[in-house]
């Protein structure tokens, strides 16, 4: 089953506004990691929050996890146009050494 | 220091030829992930390697895939007799020695097969 189901699929909002992407996954992890894409580009990493944490900061970004509801968010703050992309949650499940993908948040950031 | 190097970044194979993908992890990594990602979709694990080893290849195809990654040189995946459906973007990451669950992987920026 798929783990790591991003919400919502598509995101459009203006400059200057917050952007909140949910992720939720069904079983036990090690670590939960948000990438960014840009179209037609790689992933590039973007936070890394381990099981035993609830909340990371870097910059404009805030990830939360609550393992309890098996689930994360990701919110970017005073959005940018640049920060138009799609973001992927990623989970490193317990006894696994390889990511499991959702199929991403498309965020569109109007000017 | 260079990120992770994947060649070609456009592939194009008629049906029945060979594909041949790249990747050079970061300096001084030794884990080598390789993923596929179909339009519209998230990234699928395919195979797992460390240096000489494959570690876990629970998501390859089990016919036509075969991986790869020698003491010298980049890692390969290979997709013999490509079809239709193998098209997609492949992207391989690598992490550094040490337990996955304490490291980040980097990734490439992918190859994009297209079989025609």
């Known amino acids: 089953s798929q783990q790591g189901e991003e919400d919502p699929q598509a995101l459009s909002i203006q400059e200057g506004e917050n952007a909140t992407m949910n992720c939720s996954y069904k079983t036990s992890i090690n670590n939960l990691q948000w990438y960014r894409q840009n179209s037609g580009r790689g992933l590039v990493h973007l936070i890394l929050i381990r099981s035993n944490e609830r909340e990371k900061h870097s910059g404009r970004l805030r990830v939360t996890l609550d393992t309890s509801k098996k689930s994360s968010s990701l919110l970017i703050t005073a959005s940018r146009a640049a920060d138009t992309a799609s973001y992927f949650c990623?989970?490193?499940?317990?006894?696994?050494?390889?990511?499991?993908f959702g199929k991403g948040t498309m965020l569109l950031v109007s000017p | 220091n260079a990120g992770v190097m994947q060649n070609p970044r456009h592939l194009v194979r008629r049906r029945g030829q060979e594909a041949r993908l790249r990747c050079s992890p970061m300096?001084?990594?030794?884990?080598v992930y390789w993923y596929r990602q179909l339009p519209e979709e998230g990234l699928k694990f395919m195979v797992y390697?460390?240096?000489?080893?494959?570690?876990?290849e629970s998501g390859m195809p089990k016919e036509r895939f075969s991986a790869e990654f020698p003491k010298e040189g980049p890692s390969i995946l290979r997709i013999q007799q490509v079809v239709r459906g193998d098209s997609a973007a492949y992207f391989c990451?690598?992490?550094?020695?040490?337990?996955?669950?304490?490291?980040?992987?980097?990734f490439g920026q992918g190859t994009r097969l297209t079989v025609v």
């Open positions: 390697l460390q240096k000489e080893n494959i570690i876990d």
């Open positions: 990451a690598s992490s550094p020695p040490g337990r996955p669950q304490n490291t980040e992987a980097f």
């Open positions: 990623a989970t490193l499940n317990s006894g696994y050494s390889t990511l499991t």
């Open positions: 300096k001084g990594h030794s884990h």
